[in-house]
């Protein structure tokens, strides 16, 4: 099975900070790497699909890049309402696997 | 507008059983691969099973194999878990979620979740 490791597991920030997540896979999964938002008492929102690619409404502030094994996802300009947890997850192989999550906190 | 509704949760002792069914609309539900994702309480977010567009191929993780079934009636849009010898362990937020992508089999990002239901396995 993929293991996904995810730095750090909380960050606090300032509005209009730039702000990056990392997540390393335990092996090569190309591109298949998807990152996520969840807000406290909901379900997860997809952002990022295949490493780099702006799912459909997200704001353009989001983004994601990488390959093979390290990706990073990034918000440049962080906003109040960014606040929540970010996952990463790999669909390269099933068992899909995620990272254990980084909660972002406003400073 | 997709809408994914999950029911059926609930209290079951340790070693009950109980049946989970997510209820889609609006979109073309037979052409989607679906899976179910739960999230222990404040913990974070872990695959349990996946099903093709056509009922044919399972797929699960080796902590619910032989113990959970996915199933989905493409007639009724429905998708469904049937989860047996419940542990503590099982304790958690499920969610179901829908592939991105028209892919047979599981092989995509999940573009639209449910808001989950909550299963607690408590004597």
């Known amino acids: 099975d993929i293991q996904m490791t995810q730095s750090p597991s909380s960050l606090s920030a300032s509005v209009g900070d730039r702000v990056t997540i990392t997540c390393q896979a335990s092996q090569d999964i190309t591109a298949y790497l998807n990152w996520y938002q969840q807000k406290p008492g909901k379900a997860p929102k997809l952002l990022i699909y295949?490493?780099?690619n702006l799912e459909t409404g997200v704001p353009s502030r989001f983004s994601g890049s990488g390959s093979g094994t390290d990706f990073t996802f990034t918000i440049s300009g962080l906003q109040p309402e960014d606040i929540a947890t970010y996952y990463c997850q790999q669909y390269d192989n099933l068992p899909y696997s995620f990272g254990q999550g980084t909660k972002l906190e406003i400073k | 507008e997709v809408q994914l509704v999950e029911s059926g949760g609930g209290l079951v002792q340790p070693g009950g059983s109980l049946r989970l069914s997510c209820a889609a609309s609006?979109?073309?539900?037979?052409?989607?691969?679906m899976s179910w994702v739960r999230q222990a309480p404040g913990k974070g977010l872990e695959w349990v099973s996946g099903?093709?567009?056509?009922?044919?191929?399972?797929y699960y993780a080796d902590s619910v194999k032989g113990r959970f079934t996915v199933s989905r009636d493409n007639s009724k849009n429905t998708l469904y878990l049937q989860m047996n010898s419940l542990t503590v362990e099982d304790t958690a937020v499920y969610y179901c979620?829908?592939?991105?992508?028209?892919?047979?089999?599981?092989?995509?990002?999940?573009?639209?979740w449910g808001q989950g239901v909550l299963v607690t396995v408590s004597s």
């Open positions: 099903m093709s567009s056509n009922g044919v191929s399972t």
């Open positions: 295949d490493a780099s």
């Open positions: 609006g979109f073309t539900f037979r052409s989607y691969a």
């Open positions: 979620a829908k592939d991105r992508a028209i892919v047979v089999v599981p092989a995509s990002p999940f573009d639209h």
